[in-house]
């Protein structure tokens, strides 16, 4: 008999609200560990007292908090975030709307497979604006990137991408709520795939088996 396979550990970061952390979170638990083939170990912020870290709580799962202000240097700080994920042993990482971006040490240990969600068709839009400045340069279409992260902003190998359609009445809010209704469900789909089927990076192509 095919021994079953192990189902993949994830650590999830946020900075605020932790709507695609939810999700995540109703996909493993509608789906279950098994089928969905991965679970949510921990659940790590930059910063306390916010909604993202509230439902890990209220999901029961352990979460932890690296701010960049309690470490001298931003090096420092980088490797303390890689420390504090590594404590949960992950198969893969996912940045759902964590603000910062991360540094060399943390790369060394989770390049090829830390997951960013980003609210715009990269590699239009990049940054901390992607919503804002795709509507201020007056796209017909935008929509989110599911990507692995490199050393630069928003600029590593995609992995899908989802279109929403721009409104003449929309303002950034109203789109930004059209395009993360698109990314939820992206970001659930791609993070099962790559937990159930790996992947390879192959140049800026990714291939999931
Ligand atoms: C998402 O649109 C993500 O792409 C962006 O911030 C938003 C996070 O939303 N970086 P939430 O915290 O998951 O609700």
Request: proline share 3%.
């Amino acid at each position: 008999m095919a021994a079953e396979p192990v189902a993949k550990r994830l650590v999830v970061l946020v900075s605020g609200s932790g709507t695609n952390l939810q999700a995540l979170l109703d996909a493993v638990a509608a789906e279950g560990v098994a089928a969905y083939g991965a679970r949510i170990v921990a659940v790590g912020a930059d910063r306390g007292d916010i909604e993202g870290l509230a439902r890990a709580e209220r999901a029961g799962i352990p979460t932890f908090v690296c701010r960049v202000k309690d470490f001298a240097a931003r090096e420092e700080w980088d490797a303390a975030l890689a420390e504090a994920v590594a404590a949960h042993e992950p198969d893969l990482v996912v940045s759902a709307g964590f603000m910062k971006v991360v540094g060399k040490e943390f790369l060394a240990r989770y390049g090829g497979r830390f997951v960013n969600t980003h609210p715009a068709l990269l590699p239009s839009f990049p940054g901390a604006h992607g919503v804002r400045d795709a509507l201020a340069y007056g796209v017909k279409v935008t929509g989110c990137t599911v990507h692995f992260v490199d050393d630069g902003v928003d600029t590593g190998p995609i992995i899908a991408q989802g279109v929403v359609e721009v409104r003449d009445e929309d303002d950034e809010s109203a789109l930004h709520e059209r395009i993360k209704e698109v990314e939820r469900r992206l970001l659930v789909e791609v993070v099962g795939r790559l937990a159930r089927n790996g992947h390879r990076i192959e140049g800026r192509k990714v291939v999931i088996q």
